[in-house]
């Protein structure tokens, strides 16, 4: 039997972990009731659901009253940039700051209030070592800002915003501050007093609780209107039946994330070092990313000379990983992140991004560097069409 593959896609989704299970399965079980019913079992799901909300607020340094649960990132993020424009457009506040690194749930947030809701939008661009710089996003604010929003940790190439910075410069002129912590949270410490932040979104399946909950912070005073609208459940701000076994996995992976950060931060720090190194030996010329230093210590961008990354992840097929890049009929189009970052076409395209979990070991490390080192000298010796064009 061939040996599993080496998962280095964590920035994509993470494995649930085991004791997140064994917290969620009372709740698929004998817990099942509805937390709004005030009989014995819907009390039994609303205190699983109170539990997981004292534990997603402990790890944001929140109150349990400031916590929201929703679907997903994609969810709290749309909420909070569309939910605090409309509130804000009533005080004559229509124009929205961003960085041009955004993921998308945040960028099309953002664009579909520019193009149906007149919002003014300003799209300020990252310096090249992928970090947007604070004084240049400052300028971009105004007296009618509405809102600014920023990702905390880039999802493609790990690069960490200044956002504490931002958001104590922002809270002293009044302006609303959001940040999309999906890659950060559980893999440093986020704090939304330490950031300033005025919401705060995050996704279940970045950090070992299952897809389709996420959560979000929004400070208490803050008014933000529901996109959707039923009963009262979430105060109002998101109705509809919490799903209630899976947010208690995510509070349970909230807790697992607390006690292991520093830990587990250490360890895969010392890992991906090992990885880059290994593979800077390995493939001359090969190039990280993004500010060397200011990252998320699970991610690595590298830069793969003379080859198209896609190309190599496909030979490659003991290390799952990611590309940036998106195929079009006969063309292959670089990541846009990478573009932003004024990288040319042609390298853009060797780009591969390794990022490293829990569960990742030493010998995962040496195995997927040489495995990727083969992969990419069998494609850089074959024909030319199958390099990067
Ligand atoms: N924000 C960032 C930085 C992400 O990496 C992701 C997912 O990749 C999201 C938001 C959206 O998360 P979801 O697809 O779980 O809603």
């Known amino acids: 039997m061939s040996a599993a593959p080496i998962y280095l896609d964590f920035n994509a989704t993470t494995p649930v972990d085991p004791a997140v299970v064994e917290a969620m399965l009372p709740y698929l079980r004998d817990r099942f009731g509805n937390p709004s019913s005030g009989h014995a079992y819907g009390k039994a799901a609303a205190e699983g659901l109170a539990h997981a909300r004292a ?3 402990a ?3 929140a109150a349990p009253a400031e916590i929201v649960f929703t679907s997903c990132a994609t969810e709290s993020i749309n909420l909070a940039i569309k939910g605090i424009a409309f509130a804000r457009r009533k005080q004559g506040k229509q124009h929205l700051v961003l960085s041009a690194v955004e993921h998308p749930a945040a960028a099309e947030s953002c664009a579909y209030l520019e193009r149906e809701h007149g919002f003014k939008v300003t799209r300020v661009p990252p310096e090249p070592d992928g970090r947007v710089d604070r ?11 509405a809102l600014v929003t920023l990702i905390h940790a880039q999802n493609e190439t790990g690069a960490l915003q200044p956002v504490q910075e931002i958001g104590e410069t922002l809270r002293s002129r009044g302006v609303p501050f959001h940040v999309d912590a999906s890659q950060s949270a559980g893999k440093l410490p986020v704090s939304v007093r330490a950031l300033a932040c005025d919401a705060l979104s995050l996704a279940g399946h ?6 389709g909950v996420g959560a979000l912070f929004i400070r208490r005073g803050i008014s933000l209107p529901p996109l959707i ?20 996995g995510l509070g349970a992976a909230c807790r697992i994330a607390a006690d292991a950060l520093e830990r587990s931060r250490r360890t895969i720090t010392e890992l991906a070092a090992s990885l880059l190194s290994r593979l800077q030996k390995e493939i001359p010329g ?16 590298v830069l793969l000379p003379d080859v198209s990354g896609r190309l190599v992840l496909e030979a490659c097929s003991g290390v799952l990983a990611s590309t940036g890049s998106a195929c079009h009929a ?13 990288i040319p076409r042609t390298k853009a ?32 010796s074959a024909p030319a069409t199958t390099k990067a064009q």
């Open 55 to 57: 534990q997603v607020a």
């Open 59 to 61: 790890l944001l340094e």
């Open 135 to 145: 004084w240049r996003l400052m300028a971009a604010v105004r007296d009618d800002t």
């Open 206 to 211: 970045k950090l070992y609780a299952p897809k």
């Open 229 to 248: 609208v039923g009963a009262g459940q979430e105060h109002g701000v998101r109705p509809g039946t919490e799903n209630v076994a899976f947010i208690v």
């Open 286 to 301: 090969l190039t990280l990313v993004g500010d060397p230093v200011r990252r998320l210590p699970n991610t690595l961008n």
């Open 330 to 342: 006969d063309s292959e189009e670089p990541s846009a992140i990478l573009t932003a970052l004024g």
């Open 349 to 380: 395209l060797g780009a591969v991004r390794l990022s490293l979990g829990r569960s990742t070991t030493q010998a995962d490390i040496t195995t997927a560097a040489s495995d990727l080192a083969r992969a990419w000298r069998s494609v850089r």
